[in-house]
């Protein structure tokens, strides 16, 4: 039979020799040779047969955290994602926005850091909001610089004790340099699955944490579908792979902008939910639209937008649109529809369903898509104001640009007969109370005569 591609250690712990294991079979017969006398495996084994029973109680996994304006989430806890993009296109910025959401909401961070500095991270998340007693808090945000690799034995007990918490989300930012650091080369699969099983599989399986690696395009543009080792990568994903398409740069001084595309989604929380836009080239979807305003030098302003808000549809913010045309619609008093006022109060009282604060320019930007269709107008308003005036009601599901377009809803002109329906209602509640309330007076001024 020729020696095996296996050779024998003590305690009968067997393993592959690498060298000879080329031109081997195992088969029947050589297996009592091979494996020697039958040993008990141990409880924990992971060949013995998983419990079907228990498995099928677990509940569907849905995305939970790092979310949008509207609620709706990207990540998965407990499971392993990639960020990825070209340089500049805010991949950090993203998983950033996503841990200062943790953080402000209560819950555990780590951030594991191979390209940055700790203060650089710290003066990033305080930009977006995070209290400083937060961030100094070991027990909320645990920032980590790995400079030597886990082959040391100090470094590996320092990783097993982190591993040994529970987390809510962790980072795992320069997979290039992460796996470098372990002598693994970023290409070769063998030293992908290596890595992965040794780094973000391991702190998603023991924390429970959503765990996001950030990783860059081949310099190569004809190779740029997928990160680096790209298809090893993303085989080895138990969440989500999102890509960074960029579309106006990011700086001081300016909104900068880029699309949040999924290229896989292993769950299907996500794709199946709120991907729109497919594209053939590289079977991504769009998901989510990051935007980061950086004009305001004491204030930035990072939102993560639905798709259908700011991108479909030539740019319409259809959602703002809607809500814009209600307040309108609903507010009898001129001055409070002044150009100002209206801007201010939608900013100030309509928010997303995870109360996330849209952005001022957003709904100027819904207000003047709405003059411009004629939904409504400016006219003159007290004390020489403009003020909004409701031509015809505008919603979502009528309009054939906006992404959530129902063919089967009512027209504007049916909308328009309806609110002028519930407006006349309005009006004539009114007419009895006030009737009411001036039969009341009628009667106490009789009572006094």
């Not at 209206?342 to 709405?370: F, I, M, P």
Request: aromatic content about 6%; overall charge negative.
């Amino acid at each position: 039979m020729g020696s095996p591609a296996i050779e024998r250690r003590e305690s009968n712990v067997w393993v592959i020799d690498p060298k000879r294991r080329n031109g081997h079979r195992l088969d029947a017969e050589s297996h009592t040779d091979i494996f020697g006398e039958p040993v008990e495996p141990a409880p924990d084994a992971s060949y013995r047969p998983v419990a079907m029973a228990e498995a099928l109680k677990a509940k569907p996994v849905v995305p939970d955290i790092g979310w949008r304006v509207d609620g709706r989430c990207l990540l998965y806890r407990g499971k392993t994602h990639l960020i990825y993009g070209t340089f500049e296109t805010a991949k950090s910025w993203l998983a950033l926005h996503f841990a200062a959401q943790v953080l402000v909401a209560g819950k555990r961070v780590c951030y594991l850091d191979y390209e940055d500095s700790a203060e650089s991270i710290g003066q990033r998340l305080l930009a977006l909001g995070v209290p400083f007693d937060i961030l100094v808090d070991p027990q909320r945000f645990m920032y980590v610089h790995p400079e030597r690799s886990l082959a040391d034995e100090s470094e590996r007990q320092a990783f097993d004790e982190l591993l040994s918490q529970e987390l809510d989300l962790a980072v795992v930012d320069g997979v290039t340099e992460a796996m470098s650091l372990e002598g693994l080369d970023g290409n070769p699969g063998k030293d992908i699955a290596a890595w992965q099983h040794m780094c973000p599989n391991a702190i998603a399986r023991r924390t429970g944490a959503a765990t996001v690696c950030i990783d860059h395009l081949p310099k190569d543009k004809s190779n740029q579908a997928m990160a680096i080792g790209g298809q090893h990568k993303m085989s080895g994903l138990s969440g989500a792979a999102y890509v960074l398409d960029l579309k106006d740069p990011f700086g001081k001084g300016l909104v900068g902008r880029s699309m949040v595309r999924v290229r896989k989604d292993r769950p299907g929380g996500v794709r199946g939910l709120l991907g729109t836009d497919y594209r053939v080239s590289d079977r991504t979807h769009l998901v989510a639209e990051l935007v980061m305003d950086a004009r305001d030098p004491d204030r930035l302003n990072v939102r993560l937008y639905e798709p259908h808000v700011r991108v479909l549809g030539s740019d319409r913010p259809t959602w703002c649109m809607e809500k814009a045309s209600r307040y309108i619609e609903s507010v009898a008093d001129p001055s409070r529809r002044s150009v100002r006022k209206t801007t201010e109060h939608l900013w100030a009282n309509v928010t997303g369903d995870s109360g996330e604060t849209v952005a001022r320019d957003l709904w100027r930007k819904a207000l003047d898509c709405l003059v411009d269709d004629e939904f409504m107008k400016q006219v003159d308003g007290p004390r020489k104001s403009k003020v909004y005036q409701s031509l015809r009601p505008y919603r979502q599901d009528s309009d054939p640009q906006a992404s959530t377009y129902d063919e089967n809803a009512p027209t504007p002109g049916e909308l328009e007969v309806i609110a002028n329906r519930d407006r006349v209602r309005q009006l004539e509640h009114e007419k009895e109370k006030a009737l009411a309330e001036l039969q009341g007076i009628e009667q106490e001024l009789k009572g006094k005569g």
